[in-house]
């Protein structure tokens, strides 16, 4: 913890020379990647990420006034003040401060409290901003976490991480909770299988002769700042409601992919025999879906669609599922094959991370030229395995590359992908690192 040591007595001088005062508290919150189980936790099903060792870390100060200082150690960042009791999240503009006003909002409405006390922030974040691996989040888990302290009440880790998933969707974003999940329930050395519904955590013990390395594409991605991502949410919405119709379960009920398949109580390999046999894989136009449903236009727009998905005006449905339902079946092998633990782990794992990349480019369309091209040449230099991981359209890939050839993959990615363009004025220490299962969120207290 050397590095984290450094960095909280420099944290300590600038909050200093902020605020004139010494921070009283510390909170870190780690960033994730997501080995493998993209696009499906807000669909109902299990994910498979673990907290990276980049984090966001908030100096704290309660003050008796009733306003909210924030401050960020990035220059990019500017200051941010407003009143506790006062809190208003633009979801027209995602700026950094609104992640933290929607983890303060999301304890304060849990508790239903009206009279909060103020408090002076200074947040420090080392997750590359917009590159997947859920820098955003964690600065949500912080700033819920960082709230709860303030106010001296207690919650568990498992109630922690699904107000900060609920409360995250007041800036617009339609996530499932994988990621503030792993924020809080993480733990040093082992990957997580998450699951949802109720929410829980367990143990993956990733192959010993193998690491994880992060490479970033440098195209940043903010999901709260574009519609791809919630158009993919309502997609496979879509898709949930008319399976349901076709299997003749209550369709308006339905939600999400994974209740279709738990209300007919078949496999993920049926489900996607199901999908094949009741969707077409031209695009959906909204008229065609409303009549599948027998609803109108209106009572699509306004009891089904989101606000900024309500003039789309084609939808994926038999891409998007096929992608869910295989990607749903892949999460559950990879974890089987880490319990078996076979001689040949790391290339099953890796061909497993090829189909996810190769369906998520293919049929969830999410990635971007700049993903796959970094992706094949992680693949070209000796990585059994590599993905995009977050949201994509951007941001970062996950390779598993054998502990023996980690020295010349580093060295051939890096030349390959980042020294043949400009990419090379990105922080190398940001573009391309391994990274080991690190913890979750923790306040500590100043000595």
Not at 178 to 188: C, P, R, T, V
Not at 268 to 295: Q, R
Not at 414 to 429: D, F, G, H, I, M
Request: aromatic share 8%.
């Amino acid at each position: 913890m050397p590095v984290l040591c450094d960095r909280l007595l420099k944290l300590k001088e600038i909050f200093n020379s902020k605020f004139g005062s010494i921070p009283k508290f510390y909170v870190r919150a780690p960033g994730r990647v997501n080995i493998i189980g993209e696009h499906i936790d807000y669909c109902g099903y299990s994910v498979l990420p673990m907290a990276v060792e980049q984090d966001m870390l908030i100096a704290v100060e309660p003050v008796k006034t009733h306003t909210l200082q924030l401050a960020n150690t990035n220059p990019l960042y500017p200051d941010f003040s407003t009143s506790a009791n006062n809190i208003q999240i633009d979801r027209t503009n995602p700026l950094w401060h609104n992640y933290f006003l929607c983890g303060f909002k999301g304890i304060q409405e849990h508790f239903g409290l009206s009279n909060l006390t103020g408090m002076n922030c200074l947040v420090d974040g080392n997750i590359p901003p917009s590159s997947g691996l859920s820098s955003s989040s964690a600065l949500v888990c912080c700033a819920g976490l960082v709230t709860l302290t303030v106010l001296g009440m207690n919650l568990s880790k498992v109630e922690l991480a699904e107000i900060c998933a609920k409360s995250e969707r007041y800036i617009g974003t339609e996530g499932g909770g994988m990621d503030q999940s792993i924020s809080f329930l993480a733990e040093e050395g082992t990957a997580k299988l998450i699951e949802f519904s109720p929410l829980r955590a367990t143990d993956v013990k990733l192959p010993s002769g193998a690491v994880f390395v992060i490479a970033n594409s440098c195209v940043e991605m903010n999901k709260a700042a574009t519609s791809h991502f919630n158009v993919r949410v309502m997609e496979c919405r879509l898709a949930a409601k008319l399976l349901a119709k076709y299997k003749s379960l209550q369709w308006d009920k339905v939600l999400r992919l994974e209740e279709v398949q738990t209300e007919l109580g078949i496999s993920l390999e049926e489900m996607l025999l199901v999908t094949e046999d009741a969707l077409h894989s031209e695009p959906y136009s909204p008229e065609e879906i409303c009549k599948c449903l027998g609803i109108s236009l209106e009572e699509l727009r306004t009891q089904i669609l989101s606000p900024n998905t309500q003039d789309v005006l084609i939808f994926k449905l038999y891409q998007r599922a096929k992608h869910v339902y295989s990607e749903a079946a892949r999460v559950l092998q990879f974890k089987k094959i880490c319990e078996e633990a076979p001689d040949n782990i790391v290339q099953l794992l890796g061909e497993l991370m090829n189909q996810s990349h190769k369906s998520c480019r293919d049929m969830y369309e999410c990635s971007c030229p700049e993903l796959d091209q970094l992706v094949d040449i992680c693949r070209k230099f000796g990585a059994p395995g590599s993905r995009l991981t977050g949201a994509g359209w951007g941001g970062c890939t996950v390779s598993i590359v054998p502990a023996d050839k980690l020295p010349s993959f580093l060295a051939n990615v890096q030349e390959a992908y980042y020294q043949r363009s400009n990419r090379s004025l990105a922080p190398e220490k940001q573009s391309l690192f391994v990274t080991k299962p690190g913890g979750g969120a923790l306040v500590f207290l100043e000595a």
